[in-house]
């Protein structure tokens, strides 16, 4: 039996997470589900984000169920830090991944781009780059003051995200994959890239490859984004590209997300890319599909595929069948698209 | 009489920027133009792709109307290194100005954005963050591999950069100014940005203000890029914020820019942000409409507000008189434009 995490977090976190987890009751019956109270509340309490001897039992589980976390009553950053980026690091889930779908039922704000025609898959590297936090501040808030940033990223680190990503192409109809950098600026780290990119694609004779630059690849996710099938790109140039891609497909509605450590040797992390969302927080009126959308790719994660399938089937009839613009009650979705499964 | 270097470059560049030159010659008759044949010719001819020699007369010049450069024969990177890269560092062009309008005439792949609602300047910092080339590689294509890129950031060259966006923002109808950065994660960078910010924002109290996370950024300006008025970002995330911006409104084809040092102490290069276009070069059909923006922003760049004006307008009509989709012709197009100033 699947154990997983509940990490509901804060304001729509809560309520969209219940029913993400009443979704996989009805597909996995009898799978444990412990909750941990973490996010906003927590840290106000305790002033602590996360406890080591919380993060240890988090570690126990099969995979972390997550809402939201946020509040204006944190500075901004501590629990980003924290919790999700603290989670990513430490259980090593060096895939993050966002699939983005322009689905029936929900409408592009590009002129002319139906339903069906985007369908890609963004892999971002999760645990390297610029986001490791290394560099400093020197003569802070003086006219001398200097501030660095350093981007790391090892050839190990690099070609297992590629490599994860290429075997994701080759499993799908199109089998294309578009490696996304800026090679021609950021030399070193884009000619490692490159460098490895080139000597995983050997592996897959029959993914077709691609190379975008950062800039370029922006523009076509506007002008032209039925063209990507599977991207990869680095954990920043990952951030930026799927908000995008969200933007394109309609906005953070049906975006969900995975933070994955694809060997399993730590839980991996699914949430809805969007936030706390504290402006309608406790008013039922949340949409819970990309929460649902993540649990799908949770149970995909820990092989359930059948399951996966039939959970994003389900959010895909129910987003279908709405009349368009019409509120929706975070419960009743929940309710409906469980009573299908 | 102002002394102008034109390298007009590789492809469609030379082109574009006999009509960007004829336009000049119209509103500023007796203005002195030299050329300099740069770009991949040059390079394949020499092996040099700026020597010192080139660049000390470039320095005598109080403006440099540049094409565009890139061909197939030479390795990518070589020639934004080595002349545009090289040009903004050395000649200390610190403001990377793009403007950002969805002219009459001109469509914009969001459903339902008209004409004149979006209107935008976005001014990059060009010398300083990811594109100083800091860092390294080890252990080059070996299981062991590592690679660094750095990010350095000065509180004297974000600073300097911020005050230009604010004054800018000032002389604007909307006097809005957002600073975007990823201040979350990018702590030290980030953090310097935002200090220096809020200390500049003090000296600007009719400007308004607001931060954004490059991500949320990216999302915006595809969902409500209507939002901006002035935005101020490092390079790196500049260089992918204008090329989105571009895509909202309608693609590059009018998409200028200016590689400036507001002292005019060294020369300022402005150039369309579109490149050499190999595969439609010599046929007399590239619009040359981005490169004479360019030169309004030249002309304004030297103080010739009037004739920058002028042109800039001449440019919005002529668009706006077109049919649209027909084709044109390059060198009509210029004659069209110069004749009506
Ligand atoms: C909250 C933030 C640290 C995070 C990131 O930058 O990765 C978020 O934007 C995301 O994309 O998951
Ligand atoms: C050609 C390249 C080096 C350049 C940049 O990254 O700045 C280009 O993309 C630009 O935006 O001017």
């Known amino acids: 039996m699947a154990r997983i995490a509940v990490v509901a977090g804060d304001g729509i976190g809560?309520?969209?997470?219940?029913?993400?987890?009443?979704?996989?009751?009805?597909?996995?019956?009898?799978?444990?589900?412990?909750?941990y109270d973490l996010g906003a509340r927590f840290y106000n309490r305790t002033k602590e984000v996360l406890p080591q001897a919380i993060q240890d039992e988090l570690a126990r589980h099969d995979a972390i169920l997550l809402g939201a976390i946020g509040d204006p009553s944190v500075p901004p950053g501590v629990l980003e830090r924290g919790l999700l980026l603290k989670l990513r690091f430490d259980f090593d889930q060096y895939v993050n991944l966002r699939p983005s779908?322009?689905?029936?039922?929900?409408?592009?704000?590009?002129?002319?781009?139906?339903?069906?025609?985007?369908?890609?898959?963004?892999?971002?590297?999760?645990?390297?780059g610029l986001y490791v936090?290394?560099?400093?501040?020197?003569?802070?808030?003086?006219?001398?003051?200097?501030?660095?940033?350093?981007?790391?990223?090892?050839?190990?680190?690099?070609?297992?995200?590629i490599r994860d990503a290429f075997a994701r192409a080759q499993r799908r109809d199109r089998q294309h994959l578009t490696l996304v950098h800026k090679t021609n600026v950021l030399t070193k780290a884009g000619g490692l890239w490159a460098r490895a990119f080139a000597a995983v694609a050997a592996e897959f004779p029959e993914v077709t490859t691609e190379y975008q630059h950062i800039d370029a690849a922006s523009m076509f996710m506007v002008s032209n984004p039925q063209r990507y099938d599977v991207v990869?790109?680095?954990?920043?140039?990952?951030?930026?590209?799927?908000?995008?891609a969200a933007a394109v497909t309609g906005g953070i509605g049906m975006a969900a997300s995975g933070s994955v450590n694809p060997e399993r040797k730590y839980p991996s992390t699914f949430e809805p890319v969007h936030g706390s969302a504290p402006d309608i927080a406790g008013q039922g009126i949340a949409d819970p599909a990309a929460a649902i959308l993540s649990a799908s790719l949770l149970l995909e994660h820990?092989?359930?595929?059948?399951?996966?399938?039939?959970?994003?089937?389900?959010?895909?009839?129910?987003?279908?069948?709405?009349?368009?613009?019409?509120?929706?009650?975070?419960?009743?979705?929940?309710?409906?698209?469980?009573?299908?499964?």
């Open 14 to 35: 809560t309520e969209v997470t219940a029913q993400a987890q009443k979704v996989i009751e009805a597909v996995l019956p009898g799978t444990e589900f412990n909750d």
């Open 101 to 128: 779908k322009l689905w029936p039922g929900t409408t592009s704000p590009l002129a002319g781009v139906k339903p069906g025609e985007i369908d890609m898959v963004v892999v971002r590297e999760g645990v390297e």
């Open 133 to 161: 936090g290394a560099g400093g501040v020197l003569h802070k808030d003086t006219p001398a003051e200097i501030a660095t940033e350093e981007s790391l990223n090892t050839r190990f680190g690099v070609e297992r995200v």
């Open 232 to 244: 990869v790109t680095d954990n920043l140039f990952g951030d930026i590209l799927t908000d995008i």
């Open 302 to 341: 820990l092989g359930h595929h059948d399951e996966a399938r039939r959970v994003s089937e389900a959010v895909a009839a129910d987003v279908a069948s709405r009349t368009p613009g019409a509120p929706q009650r975070t419960a009743e979705v929940g309710d409906r698209i469980a009573a299908a499964l």
